[in-house]
């Protein structure tokens, strides 16, 4: 079993910048792939990025391309998405997520079995 742990969340401006972090723990041998999700308040979850374990995939949702970037670091356990240029749209508790799911990472959160507590993202206009 996966255990996962966010971090970096916080209060910014529309415009801002914040670099959310996940520490990821256990077992880890039967993961494809991490991704970040958020949930906005009476939404459902949605996908933003995901991220092979080797760094050789990656994929962004639309309403995020270009403005946020998912990365990690192996050797320290760590996911991390760097999120700047952000929106008041974007305000939501963020997650990590692991699943052994192989093809298209960006899938729903039905897929994804391994899930951190959340960190909040609020942006004000």
């Known amino acids: 079993q996966v255990q996962l742990a966010e971090s970096g969340g916080g209060s910014v401006q529309a415009g801002g910048s914040l670099r959310l972090s996940c520490a990821a723990s256990g077992n880890h041998d039967s993961t494809n792939f991490h991704a970040w999700f958020r949930q906005a308040r009476g939404k459902e979850y949605e996908a933003v990025a995901c991220i092979s374990t080797d760094s050789s995939t990656s994929r962004y949702a639309d309403s995020v391309k270009g403005r946020f970037a998912i990365s990690r670091d192996n050797a320290e356990h760590t996911l991390f998405l760097q999120m700047d240029g952000l929106k008041p749209e974007d305000t939501a508790m963020y997650y990590c997520?692991?699943?052994?799911?192989?093809?298209?990472?960006?899938?729903?959160?039905?897929?994804?079995?391994?899930w951190g507590q959340g960190t909040q993202v609020t942006v004000s206009s």
């Open positions: 997520a692991a699943t052994y799911l192989t093809g298209n990472c960006l899938a729903p959160s039905y897929h994804y079995t391994d």
